[in-house]
């Protein structure tokens, strides 16, 4: 599931590690004694970025000492970083005129992939995506919003299962490749990501980076002069 700061707060909830790996249910629903019944994050939320927002909101609702009194609706003053794990969207590998004639079982299953499956997580993600861009635009806090995510992706390294080691020394080439690239964001007219000019995914990580430390700073400050913590955002 999703990280949720109440989720955390609850050690009854937890299941070790060793229980997680060697959980395979035949449905994503089935229920074990030995365990809760566990649902793939993936499935609740293939972009997480919009749950870590309500998260923060909700601890702002609740007067958390870890945040300045603002208001929900006040994403300016959040700052998120969304990382994508990579995706073969570019490949347009479906054509919606062939696809308008499958039945049931092409959908389940078709050129060793899972049409509806790749349709519905991929869409998933766009639409958040687009969501939250088109917040942090509107409200001129483009630069707090960065989404790093590769949707050029082909063969094997696009698939979510194979780890050979082949396989990830290719994924590690693809991430080091993306760090050099322009930051790109959503054109709202077109959902088309595209590159904005304005520095590299590597240069916003470290100036996010360096955002964050400033803010640890301040919080530890506060906390050794008694005055709690506090977002200067």
């Known amino acids: 599931m999703p990280y949720s700061r109440t989720y955390a707060l609850q050690p009854q909830q937890h299941q070790l590690i060793f229980q997680l790996i060697t959980f395979k249910p ?8 030995t365990l809760t019944s566990l649902i793939d994050g993936g499935v609740v939320a293939n972009n997480p970025a919009l749950i870590a927002i309500v998260e923060v909101t909700k601890e702002v609702s609740r007067g958390s000492p870890d945040f300045f009194p603002i208001k929900p609706e006040e994403f300016g003053r959040f700052l998120v970083i969304s990382l994508g794990t990579g ?11 062939v696809a308008a004639k499958w ?25 958040v995506h687009l969501h939250l861009s088109t917040v942090f635009q509107a409200l001129r806090t ?59 995914n590597e240069e916003a990580l470290i100036r996010f980076a360096k955002i964050l430390s400033q803010e640890r700073l301040l919080r530890h400050a506060r906390s050794l002069h008694g005055h709690g913590t506090a977002n200067s955002r």
């Open 87 to 97: 995706s073969s969207k570019a490949e347009k590998k479906y054509d919606a005129r």
């Open 142 to 200: 483009e630069k707090s919003y960065l989404r790093i995510q590769d949707d050029r992706l082909r063969g094997n390294v696009s698939s979510v299962d194979i780890a050979t080691k082949k396989n990830l020394d290719h994924l590690v080439k693809v991430g080091q490749g993306l760090l050099k690239k322009p930051v790109s964001r959503v054109n709202l007219d077109t959902g088309i990501f595209e590159p904005s000019g304005e520095e590299t």
């Open 26 to 33: 035949d449905t994503p629903q089935e229920k074990l004694e």
């Open 103 to 127: 039945g049931v079982l092409s959908w389940l299953t078709k050129g060793g992939s899972t049409p509806i499956f790749d349709v519905f997580m991929q869409a998933s993600a766009d639409m």
